[in-house]
Structures are given as C-alpha cells and as structure tokens.
C-alpha cells in the first residue's frame, strides 16, 4: 500500500513569506504528526493530529501551525519565515495514536529560507 | 534532561559484517515504545524495528534485531551481515504511553559500510 506523501518535496521561501506544506497519511491511518529536522536541533516535534483535532503541540512559536481534514490528509503552514525555518519537514502517521502503533515518515519536505 | 542518547557520532564497518548500534533512554513512565529508524542521505524516515516496554522477547526484523536491556535502560539495534547499502543515519527514538506521545529522538548515529 502507499507510504506517506508528502509535497512538494523541495521549495525556496523569502524570507516573511509563508509556506503551506502538504501529507498524505498511510491510508487509514487517523494520526499525523509534524517533526522538524535542523543539523542544529535535531529531530523536533511540531504538532500531532487525531481526526481533525490537534492533540498535542511542541515547543514551536505560533508562525507554525497546521490542520487535519475529515480524510486525514493535513497541512501545515509557517507564516512570517525566518532563516532559521530552513530544515527537512518531516510527515509521520499512525493508525491512532497509542505507544504500540507503528510510526510511518514521509520522505520529507526540503524547505530553504533565502 | 535528554531522554534519548546516542553515543555514537559516526560507525564504520566493513561489508558483511554485524554491528552494534548504542541507544540508552530514560523514562519513568512504565509504558514506551522503542523505535529505529534509517536515515538514508535523500531524507526519508525508514522505520524498521520497534520494541514495547511489555514485550519479553527482543524484537527481530530480517537483519535488524532489537537488543533490549529494560534494567539498564538500553536499546541497542544490531544489524548483521552488513551491506553497502546500509550506509545512512540511524536515529533511536521513544515514545511514551503518557503526556505528549510525540516521538522523542536521540541524535543519531553515521554508519559506513566499507567494501
């Protein structure tokens, strides 16, 4: 079955301009959670969503943001970019959200701030 | 205080060979979830073993296997007959049954496959 998409793959921003990036969970699977990915900081969690609603969020300031549609796709956004913001965006989904289920990534989204 | 630990910057190994991932963790939390994943240079997160605080018996996926040391809070990934294209970062992760559920990761470890 298919993995989980996402889009676009690679994208150049200005800096102040925001940016929408795109996943496609495994299909049936109700959680989708963000990660950021930095040489500086690492692997780091943004936000998880559970049918449409945001179940947890990261340390991350309000310019990131996200959403989850009734089929589970979900989006996230950054607004007001900053160099800083320049990192591989990493979709993950699950079939729910308990410890035992199996996390499945994206092959990520490469976005450079100029 | 960080939660996941990986000791091991950069591994090299020579190409059939097995090898030793390190991954110790802490938690207080009885209920975890273990996870690896392979990091190949294109970005992509490739799961390929999970273990659960419950579980009794090591986990075992094809040429990865899961050494778990619950007491000493470690979880090793072994990888045996190594191939080239094993080559990438490996990333431990966890994932606690309370609070925030998100995927905690340690830094990661480079292994090289040497012909």
């Known amino acids: 079955k298919a993995g989980v998409t996402q889009t676009p793959r690679y994208l150049i921003k200005t800096r102040g301009q925001q940016v929408t990036l795109s996943c496609s969970p495994i299909s049936g699977h109700r959680s989708v959670s963000w990660y950021q990915q930095t040489p500086g900081q690492g692997l780091q969690f943004l936000f998880e969503?559970?049918?449409?609603?945001?179940?947890n969020k990261g340390n991350f300031p309000g310019r990131f943001s996200g959403r989850q549609f009734s089929n589970s796709r979900s989006e996230m956004n950054v607004s007001t970019l900053e160099l800083g913001d320049s990192a591989l965006y990493l979709c993950?989904?699950?079939?729910?959200?308990?410890?035992?289920?199996?996390?499945?990534f994206g092959e990520g989204s490469w976005l450079t701030v100029v | 205080a960080q939660k996941i630990t990986q000791t091991q910057p950069g591994m090299f190994v020579q190409e059939k060979e097995a090898v030793t991932l390190d991954c110790t963790y802490d938690?207080?939390?009885?209920?975890?979830?273990l996870f690896w994943y392979k990091q190949p240079s294109s970005g992509e997160m490739i799961f390929l073993i999970y273990?659960?605080?419950?579980?009794?018996q090591n986990a075992t996926e094809g040429r990865y296997s899961l050494n778990f040391q619950k007491a000493r809070k470690s979880a090793n990934l072994v990888i045996s007959a190594s191939q080239l294209g094993d080559s990438a970062m490996y990333f431990c992760?966890?994932?606690?049954?309370?609070?925030?559920?998100?995927?905690?990761f340690g830094s990661g470890t480079r292994l090289q496959v040497q012909p």
């Open positions: 992760a966890m994932r606690e049954g309370t609070g925030r559920r998100a995927l905690t």
């Open positions: 938690t207080s939390d009885p209920s975890y979830g």
């Open positions: 969503y559970f049918s449409e609603t945001q179940r």
């Open positions: 993950a989904s699950s079939l729910e959200d308990r410890v035992e289920n199996t996390i499945y």
């Open positions: 273990q659960g605080s419950y579980d009794q």
